[in-house]
Structures are given as C-alpha cells and as structure tokens.
C-alpha cells in the first residue's frame, strides 16, 4: 500500500498528537492564541470603537446618527469590562415632545427588553448596511401613493398593467420584527375551524396559549389530524389528544 501524501502547508491540515508532550504543547499554543485575540478585542477594538464615536461628536460639522429600528449596538455598561458589553437590537425608538430620539427600546441575546439612553449605545461598523436600509426607507417614502394614476398619454399594455398591481400588493417592510408567537396562534385559529367542522366538535370549544417556545392546544376533540406552524417550522400530530403541548426548536 502506498504511503499517503501530507501536506503540512495545507490550512487544512492537522497534525496528529502521538505524545502527551505534544498534546499540552498544542493546548498552551491554543490558549495563547485566545488570550492575544481577548486582548485586541477589550483592551484596542472596543476602547478604539467608543474613541471613535466620542471624536465624531465632538466635531461641529457632526451630525449624530439617528438610531433606527432592527440596528445591532453595544449596550455601554460601567460596572462590566469592556469586552463583556452585551450586544442588543434596538426595537423601537422614543421620541420626545421636541421631536428628538433621546431612549430607544433594546432586546439582547436573552431576550430581555431594556431602555437605554442612545449616549449608552456604541454603534458597531455597519454604516453599509444602514445606509442600504435608510435608502431603502427614504426611497419608499419619495415614492408617489397614486403612481398608476399618471397619464403620459401612452397606452399601457397588460403586462404593465399587471407589474403595477403585483407591486401595489407587496409593500417592502425592510428590518421588520416578526412576531412568531402571533403567527403561531393566528395559524391555529385558521386551522382548526375546518377540522372541528369536519368532526363536529364546536369551535368555542378549542383554546390555545402561547408558552415560551411553544403553544398548548386545548378542546381539541376528535379530529384526526393536527398540524401547527411558527418561526419557520411546522408540527404534525396525527390522532392527537384533547390536550396537545408542541414545542418549537429553538432559533
């Protein structure tokens, strides 16, 4: 049997521990490397990030970012190090009675809801991406509501006439937060009419409540068959009970 080709240059590769000398060698050079990447992280990318804003308020010719819906910041807290800032999207914006954004509403990554001041928040290095979304929201906005009712005085075909309608019933809703827990419940609603009909079971009789990452489904009856839809999944139970739990794998 031929012997087979190593290429330690590929990135690919890894090379096979045979010795425990080997194997501590390999885990302090790792934990080495983890230790650098924390470092530039707290002690320059972060402090360099915060620098960079506070700078960009202090000139005159600086107008301050408007915060926008679904835009991903840093939540600035002074107790915690740099480095453990929690991430948050902000949900909705406060304005006040001059007509200024000074609060803004944010979820975090435990799905906790919390009102910080925007001098809290340190915008990460998206400015592409919002540009693209507050183009998108302007361009929206500039756009005339009648647009089909403009005469030029040229004959539309069927075809235009078509496109126009498609695009009247698909308005864009860019950074939209969906509601799954609602979706869920609204498809439960529509589904089970048909399916209590069909078994003579009353409507009224059917309840649901909506519990973290799930539904519970009561009054079910008699049907046959159960299917349920939320965040992108969908649940079949065939036979089910009068009672019916369903959990939804988690995002």
């Not at 080709?5 to 490397?33: F, G």
């Not at 975090?108 to 919002?130: G, H, K, Y």
């Not at 048909?194 to 973290?212: D, F, G, N, W, Y």
């Amino acid at each position: 049997m031929a012997p087979h080709n190593i290429d330690k240059d590929d990135e690919d590769y890894i090379e096979v521990l045979t010795t425990k000398e080997e194997t501590i060698q390999k885990l302090r050079s790792t934990i080495k490397y983890l230790d650098n990447l924390w470092s530039l992280w707290t002690a320059q990318y972060i402090l360099e990030l915060r620098n960079f804003h506070q700078k960009r308020i202090r000139q005159k010719s600086f107008t301050r970012k408007i915060p926008a819906k679904g835009e991903v910041v840093l939540i600035m807290d002074e107790n915690t190090k740099r480095g453990s800032w929690p991430m948050g999207i902000i949900e909705a914006v406060k304005y006040d009675p001059d007509g200024e954004i000074r609060e803004v509403t944010l979820r975090t990554a435990q799905r906790a809801t919390l009102t910080r001041s925007i001098n809290m928040l340190v915008p990460l290095e998206l400015d592409s991406e919002n540009k693209k979304v507050q183009s998108s929201a302007q361009t929206d906005e500039s756009l005339p509501n009648d647009e089909g009712n403009v005469d030029t005085g040229e004959p539309k075909s069927n075809e235009e006439d078509q496109e126009h309608a498609m695009r009247s019933s698909l308005p864009r809703k860019a950074k939209e937060n969906v509601h799954y827990v609602y979706n869920t419940t609204m498809t439960v609603l529509f589904l089970f009419p048909h399916q209590a009909k069909a078994q003579k079971t009353p409507v009224t009789s059917i309840k649901t409540e909506c519990i973290l990452g799930g539904v519970n489904i009561y009054g079910v009856g008699t049907a046959q068959r159960l299917q349920i839809c939320g965040e992108h999944h969908c649940v079949e139970i065939n036979d089910p009970k009068d009672n019916v739990t369903i959990q939804f794998p988690p995002e």
